[in-house]
């Protein structure tokens, strides 16, 4: 919202009031006045909840509460917003303040039991024991990569302050998540994407990896790719949470505010794709994003939606007919299908899709939904590039899972070259 408001003050010079809920406007009149919107954004703020609510809620919140900011009637609290003059505070257009002093690089020595308990106090774990990141074990870390421990990989602006992602950050929490040495580049590849998405829904994420650096590691893309029975899977994703909530910010009801939340958070669907079992012309995920077949990437999106399928895939029953089915539920414009190698061949072999382009433009042509109440069909998917393929697991079974999650570029994510990290 304030993104919004900062846009049609600064850029068109119209006065513009933000709307925030109640259960985060502390966030938006305190880290988001601070530190992002850059001009005096006022707000007003409204109960909560607003989603699924009939218009005799909305109404009510507008015409018969008050707003939760200033205890005035709404639409008069809307009004002065618009109209008061500035404040001395509102007034101050100079650079954002000092974020709060940073913890101190090193801790003081003390018993395991006090470290852990001190990291989950400081809310730096996912509540799951933690290698501690001694000075030594940081060190050795670091012998992962060519690239010095002081090199920052990114500055993060959200949510509040301007934090450095450096390489010796990156190897604290990789230390912490269990990591080996040589999982480290794929780890400095992935903090190019901290902190992880979230919102008030409950956003989830996925982690792809592609690329020689699969086999080199370990990583699991055949049977039970999805579990919890591979080392380097585990613990890539784990970080990627780590990462988020140390170096990211991201801590609940102070900048995160997810009603359920999502138990994917915990490892992200940290996943490689099965190169080898890609049916003749399937081109693997980074090779469709540009890169070349023997480049090591990593792949980053968010997303909201997972249906498992529970038929199995039978010529009878057309695997992409019943897919098409499940992506109507989909409401992002945006999706990734992950499916068993077994699929993948059958769609080719038995259905005619030659490319995974080609099953994704029949995704894009023949998906259809119905607006309510206008009836009318629309057809969600008008990019065929917006939806992506996945071929991962172990050939045992046809099924597969329709997401959401947006793979690609400028789709909350994206994808960076492993090796470069090396």
């Known amino acids: 919202m304030s993104r919004n408001c900062k846009t049609l003050e600064q850029n068109f010079h119209i006065p513009t009031v933000g709307g925030a809920a109640s259960n985060i406007i502390k966030y938006a009149q305190g880290h988001d006045f601070l530190y992002t919107n850059g001009s005096p954004i006022r707000f007003i703020s409204f109960p909560f909840p607003v989603a699924g609510q009939p218009q005799s809620v909305h109404h009510k919140y507008i015409f018969e509460s008050k707003d939760v900011v200033s205890g005035k009637p709404m639409m008069q609290a809307f009004i002065d917003a618009l109209t008061l003059p500035l404040t001395d505070k509102e ?30 106090d400081k809310d730096w774990t996912d509540y799951l024991p933690i290698v501690l990141p001694t000075e030594e074990r940081v060190a050795d870390m670091l012998k992962g990569t060519s690239h010095k421990p002081n090199e920052v990989i990114k500055t993060l602006d959200w949510p509040g302050g301007k934090r450095e992602v450096t390489v010796e950050r990156v190897a604290t929490c990789a230390v912490m998540a269990g990591a080996k040495r040589e999982y480290l580049p794929v780890i400095l590849a992935l903090a190019n994407y901290i902190p992880f998405g979230n919102s008030t829904s409950s956003m989830a994420n996925i982690i792809v990896v592609n690329g020689p650096i699969r086999d080199e590691i370990g990583m699991n893309y055949g049977t039970n790719v999805m579990g919890p029975h591979n080392e380097a899977n585990a613990v890539i994703g784990r970080a990627y949470t780590l990462m988020s909530k140390t170096i990211g910010g991201l801590h609940s009801e102070k900048t995160t505010w997810s009603s ?4 994917m958070q915990y490892n992200n669907v940290c996943i490689a794709e099965n190169e ?57 414009g945006s999706a990734t299908v992950i499916m068993d190698p077994s699929v993948a061949a059958l769609l080719k072999d038995s259905l005619g899709f030659k490319t995974k382009d080609q099953l994704s433009k029949w995704f894009s042509e023949n998906v259809e939904k119905t607006q309510y109440p206008s009836g009318e069909k629309i057809k969600p998917f008008n990019q065929a590039s917006s939806i992506k393929i996945l071929v991962t697991g172990g050939g045992i079974q046809t099924t597969w899972f329709v997401t959401d999650f947006m793979l690609g570029p400028g789709m909350l994510g ?3 070259r492993i090796d470069d990290w090396r």
């Open 276 to 332: 080898q079992a890609l049916p003749e012309g399937w081109k693997p995920l980074h090779v469709q994003l540009g890169f070349k077949p023997n480049d090591s990437v990593i792949s980053v999106g968010v997303g909201w939606s997972y249906i498992s399928s529970v038929v199995m895939a039978v010529r009878d029953n057309p695997a992409h007919m019943v897919m098409a089915d499940q992506m109507k539920a989909l409401i992002m």
């Open 414 to 416: 994206g994808s960076t």
């Open 91 to 120: 007034k101050y257009k100079g650079p954002a303040p000092e974020p709060p002093a940073a913890e101190s690089r090193f801790l003081g020595p003390d018993t395991e039991e006090n470290l852990q308990r001190l990291f989950k």
């Open 260 to 263: 359920l939340g999502s138990t």
